[in-house]
């Protein structure tokens, strides 16, 4: 009898299956053995969220650590320090903004935006409780030390900028809400809003410029609604 299938990934499979997916870039593959169990998919640092995909209240990284004045998720120390490290050594001047939020705090941070601008527009913007990304302790938001266009569209342009989007993929980062996505993510362009899914899939996603987004790597439906 067939078990029944979960979508974790957005990626149907079965409770004890485990998957072996090929990344190519730029002609060299690599396979990749992905533990589909349903508990590894919640943990795993491919897990998508969004405006249609939730995480419960009690889903929280199993380990949280500070790191460049953050609370991360501990699988992102290494290539964090590494990012920041290279980001040095090139005399550009990066610095993290906030990254894990827990389900109260990104309720706070909505419940405030909401407040200002409507709900409407906060949606835009900002992710209800159980739809954001930093939940997981995955997703990170960066500036530059000058704080020009800071979290705004226009950041992209910026030295710090233009540099992030050159080589965050390098460290396992994708720029999660691109511009020209807002049909898919439901969100507008975010440029210093980085997400974790590890160096071959964020390379494969940088060398591939027609998979935008987590959802079209995946195969999901657009999200661009609640």
Same mark, same amino acid.
């Given at each position: 009898?067939?078990?029944? %299938?979960?979508?974790? $990934?957005?990626?149907?499979?079965?409770?004890?299956?485990?998957? /072996? #997916?090929? #990344?190519?870039?730029?002609?060299?593959?690599?396979?990749?053995?992905?533990?589909?169990?349903?508990?590894?998919?919640?943990?795993?640092?491919?897990?998508?969220? %969004?405006? =249609?995909?939730?995480?419960? /209240?009690?889903?929280?990284?199993?380990? $949280?650590?500070?790191? +460049?004045?953050?609370?991360?998720?501990?699988?992102?120390?290494?290539?964090?320090?590494?990012?920041?490290?290279?980001?040095? /050594?090139? +005399? #550009?001047?990066?610095?993290?903004?906030?990254? +894990?939020?827990?389900?109260?705090?990104?309720? =706070? #941070?909505?419940?405030?935006?909401?407040? =200002?601008?409507?709900?409407?527009?906060?949606?835009?913007?900002?992710?209800?409780?159980?739809?954001?990304?930093?939940?997981?302790?995955?997703?990170?938001?960066? *500036?530059?030390?000058? /704080?020009?266009?800071?979290?705004?569209?226009?950041?992209?342009?910026?030295?710090?900028? *233009?540099?992030?989007?050159?080589?965050?993929?390098?460290?396992?980062?994708?720029?999660?809400?691109?511009?020209?996505?807002?049909?898919?993510?439901?969100?507008?362009?975010?440029?210093?809003?980085?997400?974790?899914?590890?160096?071959?899939? !964020?390379?494969?996603?940088? !060398?591939? =410029?027609?998979?935008?987004?987590?959802?079209?790597?995946?195969? $999901?439906?657009?999200?661009?609604?609640?």
């Amino acid at each position: 009898t067939a078990e029944k %299938n979960v979508a974790v $990934l957005g990626l149907a499979v079965a409770k004890s299956a485990r998957s /072996r #997916v090929v #990344v190519e870039v730029a002609g060299a593959s690599r396979t990749l053995d992905v533990d589909t169990r349903v508990e590894a998919l919640r943990a795993s640092e491919l897990r998508v969220v %969004n405006k =249609r995909l939730a995480l419960a /209240r009690s889903d929280e990284p199993k380990k $949280l650590l500070a790191a +460049h004045g953050v609370m991360i998720d501990e699988r992102l120390s290494k290539p964090l320090d590494a990012m920041f490290a290279r980001a040095e /050594r090139e +005399h #550009v001047a990066l610095e993290a903004v906030s990254a +894990h939020r827990d389900f109260d705090d990104q309720a =706070r #941070v909505y419940d405030a935006y909401a407040a =200002r601008d409507g709900k409407q527009a906060a949606d835009t913007y900002s992710a209800r409780p159980g739809h954001s990304e930093h939940q997981l302790g995955l997703a990170l938001d960066v *500036r530059g030390v000058d /704080r020009r266009h800071e979290l705004e569209p226009a950041f992209k342009d910026t030295p710090v900028g *233009r540099w992030v989007g050159a080589h965050a993929h390098e460290f396992g980062f994708v720029v999660r809400y691109p511009e020209g996505q807002h049909a898919v993510t439901g969100y507008e362009p975010e440029p210093w809003h980085l997400r974790y899914v590890g160096p071959e899939v !964020a390379a494969f996603m940088h !060398a591939r =410029r027609d998979i935008a987004t987590l959802e079209k790597l995946f195969g $999901l439906p657009a999200a661009p609604g609640y």
